[in-house]
């Protein structure tokens, strides 16, 4: 049996937009609505309690509108708050984690040198910790917090190259970037600066993200559970944000198209 019922999608900001937009691409015929807490954002500077408040207020909004599922398109939000979610709700959370095992895989058995780029509490987190550890042995891995890449977006200045650059330089250029084999987006604003970290890394450095990996987990979660949308059904997308400004409408709607 499909299920028409809408999937709820939310992230600290526009960050989680990048992942709706996948979600558009491999599965069209679902109905996703996204909120983006702007008005809070950004949760990677924040404390973990602060930031789980804020996530189980919005998940008890969802679920007040019977979604079907719920994908925290945010990496802050599930280091803070995703195992409590989880024990307190009965429906599929889908959830967002720095994409350390594709970077490492990569090798094949070589060693990886692997830069991942994320949010303060992301990257101090136990859960991130504890994946680290899973592959530190192995390979070398470095975490580099850029909290900026987050206020750029949000404050719409993806545009400025100039600014976007420098902020880059600011962060990478302690690396020596010819050594490195791979760069994790591990923060889901940062899907949207792939063009900008092309310029800036050697063309021999991947560029890796987890959207690709969760849309397909949300994808088989619901496949499994027979609630995939109809195939003849209307999908679209409902922009909601803790911000009501007109400007993060725009917003909004410019990073859903871009
Ligand atoms: N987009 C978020 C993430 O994936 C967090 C950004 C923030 O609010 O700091 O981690």
């Avoid at 983006?36 to 950004?42: L, R």
């Avoid at 602060?50 to 996530?55: A, T």
């Avoid at 404050?155 to 902020?167: F, W």
């Avoid at 949308?229 to 917003?251: K, P, W």
């Amino acid at each position: 049996m499909a299920s028409n019922a809408p999937i709820g999608v939310f992230d600290s900001g526009l960050g989680g937009i990048s992942v709706v937009r996948e979600i558009r691409r491999e599965m069209p015929n679902e109905h996703i609505i996204y909120f983006g807490d702007s008005a809070n954002a950004p949760y990677g500077t924040k404390t973990p309690e602060e930031v789980r408040r804020l996530s189980f207020a919005i998940v008890e909004r969802f679920i007040a509108m019977g979604v079907k599922a719920i994908v925290i398109a945010c990496n802050t939000a599930t280091s803070a708050a995703v195992d409590d979610l989880r024990a307190t709700y009965d429906l599929p959370i889908i959830s967002m984690e720095p994409a350390l095992k594709v970077a490492c895989d990569r090798g094949h058995g070589l060693p990886q040198r692997v830069i991942v780029a994320a949010t303060p509490l992301t990257l101090r987190e136990k859960k991130f910790t504890a994946l680290m550890h899973r592959f530190s042995a192995d390979n070398t891995i470095y975490r580099q917090p850029c909290p900026d890449l987050v206020e750029i977006v949000e404050h719409d200045q993806l545009e400025d190259h100039d600014l976007v650059m420098a902020t880059l330089h600011r962060y990478f250029d302690v690396y020596d970037l010819d050594t490195i084999d791979s760069v994790v987006l591990g923060c889901t604003h940062f899907v949207f600066y792939r063009d900008y970290f092309r310029e800036l890394l050697p063309a021999s450095t991947a560029i890796i993200d987890g959207n690709e990996g969760t849309v397909r987990h949300l994808h088989d979660l619901l496949e499994a559970s027979h609630e995939l949308a109809a195939s003849d059904a209307q999908g679209g997308v409902t922009l909601e944000n803790s911000d009501t400004s007109e400007r993060m409408a725009v917003l909004a709607a410019k990073r859903l198209d871009s």
